[in-house]
Every structure is written in structure tokens, then in C-alpha cells.
């Protein structure tokens, strides 16, 4: 899983595509504990929710800075 710090680095297409596997992969791990089959890694759910979280958090954010400054992203730094 990357960190918040390198996911804040990543430009929209790459999230949007990251958000699409991770979802894809989160199906497949809950899909493999509702059959019973024991994971070989239980916390991976946990994480892959939390990082869907995180990357949903950033396109949010950056979503509400566009439409307050009119269509131009601020970036800070």
C-alpha cells in the first residue's frame, strides 16, 4: 500500500486508476473470507479499505479546491 505522502503525489488519472484496482482487489479478499478460505494476510482487507479511503479523501479535496478557485487547482508548497 503506498503512503498517504506518495498517493498526495500522484496526479488524478493514476488515482482514479489505483481506486479502480483496489476495489477490484478488495471484491477478490472479501470474496475469498464470505467462501471461508483463510487469508494468508487478514489485515489486507483493513488496509486496502483504509487506502481506498485515503485516495477518495484526495480526489474529494481536490475536487472542492477546483470548484473554490473557479476551475484553477492551488497547490501548496
Do not use: H, W, Y
Not at 16 to 42: H, Q, W
Request: charged fraction near 30%; aromatic fraction near 2%; glycine fraction near 6%.
Amino acid at each position: 500500500m503506498k503512503k498517504f505522502s506518495e498517493l498526495l503525489q500522484s496526479n488524478e488519472n493514476d488515482l482514479n486508476n489505483k481506486l479502480s484496482d483496489l476495489k477490484k482487489e478488495l471484491i477478490i479478499l472479501n470474496a475469498k473470507r464470505a467462501r471461508g478460505t483463510t487469508l494468508e494476510k487478514p489485515a489486507l482487507i483493513k488496509n486496502t479499505r483504509k487506502t481506498i479511503a485515503r485516495i477518495l479523501t484526495i480526489l474529494k479535496s481536490r475536487e472542492n479546491q477546483t470548484s473554490k478557485s473557479g476551475g484553477v487547482v492551488k497547490k501548496n508548497g
